[in-house]
């Protein structure tokens, strides 16, 4: 089992929840609203200065489904590019309420 750590520009939040649904169906957390400076992207501290904002979402999936979702995702960060802002990471779940 892989946790799923998707952080975005939230300009294509309809693009990710889209991957989500498309390669790795199933529930996910996100926090609809964060700021913060990437290395390629720049600062998007949703003010005057530095507009825009990002997202995040962690997904749970068995080992099958988070590689499926990192495959779709890698495509879209290939589609956009890096200055839109797509970054995941895969890592393992130890342990789950059952």
């Known amino acids: ?3 799923v750590w998707i952080l ?4 294509i939040d309809s693009d990710i929840l889209a991957a ?13 609203r964060l700021t913060g400076d990437g290395p390629q992207s720049g600062p998007r501290l949703d003010n005057s200065v530095w507009p825009g904002a990002n997202a995040a979402i962690l997904a749970v999936r068995g080992d099958a ?3 499926a979702l990192m495959a779709r995702l890698q495509a879209l960060r290939d589609e956009v590019g890096t200055l839109t802002g797509v970054w995941a990471f895969a890592t393992p779940v130890l342990e789950a309420l059952k």
């Open 1 to 3: 089992m892989k946790a």
């Open 8 to 11: 975005y520009d939230i300009v």
């Open 20 to 32: 989500l649904r498309e390669a790795a169906p199933g529930g996910y957390t996100r926090w609809p």
């Open 65 to 67: 489904a988070a590689a």
